[in-house]
């Protein structure tokens, strides 16, 4: 890995507060009397005792709970029985492939065509030009790109085992469901075909981004021509049983349902229940600016703290909530960590897809800026590698600081 602020890496190794047994501390734990004197959200802890998980009719009445910080408490019960006081962060570097794509999703922001002024297409070369001044600090390389019209599987081999010739100790952890789907039409492979030349390429792990809503009638307004629904499922089954793990999202606050969030949450428990594949779920809020989405319902800060509570309660399977940065800001991040979320991504270095749609999160983050924001929550920093195998605490000088109170 290299070394971090002039220490190595393996100078503090802490275990993790554990996901194993997780219900059993939930049932030790002192109940706030918020949750107590509120029957919705007791239903909801006695059915993750006792059932091991809540059903769809609850997870859609946790949405119009109307006490909010009792909500947020309950989350960050389950998250504290998870993962105790630690919140999970790693060193990462974006690097977007290309901005040319055969679609034009009407969310997307980042998308142009091939003539536009704006269009590039990183060559192995660039590729490895954008990572090499980061490369003694970072651990993850996150790569995701358009669907470029003439690119197919050889271009992406040559940019993983670029890499990995170069940086051996990076991880690569690139592409969406829909990328993968776009090269085994070009490369005319199966999805199974395509992974397995990837895995041996480079690749070690995949994002999860493109979910939208998994809900086909959404994804029809939002996103036409797209993967379905069903296909993005499949692929991240698929890399699943290849021993590829692999995150999963949520875009929401466009034109879906209540209902179908949780729809969507369901199906995501459903494949984590067949293979165990998917390491955290990232649920961001769609970003308004400069796209073509006018009928959007926007979500307000609020909502987005709601359907992070929702998350960690409802996706029982699924070990870690990701708050999102470059998405919704360091100041709803914050808030986020005693809402259910345990996981703030890490330092990013670059991104564009984001901040195209009009996110002003700070690109320039170094681990004290991230460790601060973790200290304001009266929360462990614990900086991790992409796959949560490995984990060190993080000794920059805490700094006095007022602790954050949940609001609604």
Not at 124 to 134: A, G, K, N, Q, T
Not at 180 to 188: E, F, G, T, Y
Request: net charge negative.
């Amino acid at each position: 890995m290299g070394n971090i602020e002039g220490k190595p890496v393996h100078e503090e190794v802490v275990p993790l507060g554990g996901t194993n047994d997780w219900r059993k501390r939930l049932i030790s734990m002192p109940i706030p009397n918020s949750i107590l004197r509120n029957s919705t959200l007791k239903q909801a802890l006695d059915s993750l005792i006792h059932k091991g998980r809540i059903d769809r009719t609850l997870g859609v009445e946790l949405y119009f709970e109307t006490d909010i910080n009792a909500l947020f408490s309950l989350a960050h019960m389950v998250k504290y029985a998870r993962f105790s006081d630690q919140i999970f962060f790693n060193q990462n570097l974006h690097v977007n492939t290309t901005n040319i794509c055969v679609l034009a999703c009407r969310f997307c922001a980042f998308r142009k065509g091939p003539r536009h002024e704006d269009a590039y297409e990183l060559s192995v070369e660039e590729y490895l030009h954008r990572i090499d001044p980061f490369s003694t600090d970072i651990d993850e390389v996150h790569s995701v790109g358009g669907l470029h019209p003439t690119w197919n599987i050889e271009h992406y081999k040559n940019l993983y085992s670029g890499a990995k010739q170069k940086f051996p100790h990076i991880h690569i952890k690139s592409l969406t469901a829909v990328e993968i789907k776009h090269l085994a039409v070009r490369s005319n492979l199966s999805v199974w075909d395509v992974l397995v030349e990837l895995r041996n390429s480079g690749l070690d792990s995949i994002p999860g981004g493109g979910a939208e809503i998994l809900v086909d009638s959404v994804r029809d307004r939002i996103c036409r021509g797209k993967e379905s629904s069903q296909e993005y499922l499949d692929i991240h089954r698929s890399a699943h049983h290849l021993g590829i793990p692999s995150n999963c999202t949520m875009l929401f606050g466009t034109v879906e349902s209540i209902e179908d969030r949780i729809t969507h949450l369901e199906l995501l428990r459903e494949l984590q229940d067949e293979t165990n594949g998917f390491q955290c779920f990232v649920p961001y809020p769609f970003l308004p600016d400069f796209t073509r989405l006018p009928e959007a319902q926007l979500a307000t800060s609020s909502e987005i703290l709601r359907m992070i509570a929702i998350s960690r309660i409802m996706l029982d399977n699924i070990p870690h909530i990701k708050a999102y940065r470059m998405n919704i800001g360091n100041e709803v991040t914050q808030l986020a960590l005693l809402a259910g979320a345990d996981d703030i991504d890490g330092t990013v270095g670059h991104e564009e897809i984001m901040h195209s749609a009009g996110s002003t999160a700070p690109l320039d983050s170094g681990v004290q800026e991230l460790v601060k924001l973790i200290h304001e929550s009266n929360q462990i920093p614990i900086r991790r590698n992409t796959i949560y195998s490995q984990f060190f605490v993080e000794n920059c000088e805490k700094q006095e600081s007022n602790i954050l109170p949940v609001v609604a």
